[in-house]
């Protein structure tokens, strides 16, 4: 793919070939939006924006035709670009991919009403099969069906998203800045002001509205990549063998849940105690 990327940015023509290309090919749209990505961080939205612009129509044919994916995560992706490229600060276009996924969270139920609904319908079959002993627990739980699956779908759009801006970044890390990509992710770090409320959210989402719960699965989305950066750089720090990163990953993929709310609360505790530096420092006082 880096080949693809750096054929990209030898022109502008090549650049929505290869953005247009790939968002027409269904299950390829994230490599578009990647490319779209690595253009607006190289040439900013004036010269990017025409190259965005012209490669969305793929994209907007699929929405037409029912699927709105390839348009939500390529215009998604481009949006956090523009803000990495003016900020140069990852974290902000993280928590910002989390103001999407509350924006999708209200808008797919629209746009995918008929799927979400057939979705829900199996989802309360087999809660009542499961739980028709326990009346009291499955009128809790009826509720939070519907709100829950439009949120696990925002946050899994988000996610998409911001893992599409970061393969835009390491792109442009690897054709014109090696080894950028890695110390910017290592770094990564949320700021409390969204930590602190993201995870008491998470925490509180049995007592809160359904609607309201419903966004805590798009709020854990940055607490997530902030968590996998965090071991991303403890391990690099602590010169660790590469080894323990294939382990986190692995855990990731076997106990899914268990590994998932580790991760979300060691980028919270991060965010109070910026546990690297502390790491630092002790490396460097030893």
Known sequence: MKALARWAMDSRR?????????????LLFWIGAAIQALVLLRQGVRDGGQVVLWS??????????????????ALGASALAIVLRQTIRLEIAVVVAAG???????????????????????????????????????????????????????????????????LGRYWQAVLFNPGGFGREFKQLRLPLAYSLPAVLVSLAAGQLQPELAGVTPVLTVPLLLAGLALFHGALTQLRASPTWMVLVYLALFLFGPYMYTLLIFGAALDSVFNIRSRLKDTAGDD
């Open 14 to 26: 090549n650049a929505i070939i290869a953005a247009g290309a790939c968002l027409a090919v269904p």
């Open 56 to 73: 969305l129509l793929p994209a907007f044919v699929w929405a037409g035709m029912g699927d709105p994916t390839p348009l939500v995560v």
């Open 100 to 166: 999407i996924g509350i924006g999708l969270y209200l808008l797919l139920p629209l746009a995918l009403a008929d799927i979400l609904a057939l979705g829900q319908q199996g989802i309360e079959t087999t809660l009542t099969d499961s739980y028709q002993d326990d009346p009291e627990f499955l009128a809790y739980l009826m509720p939070l069906v519907g709100p829950m699956i439009a949120g696990g779908l925002a946050a899994l759009h988000s996610l998409v998203i911001i893992l599409c801006l970061l």
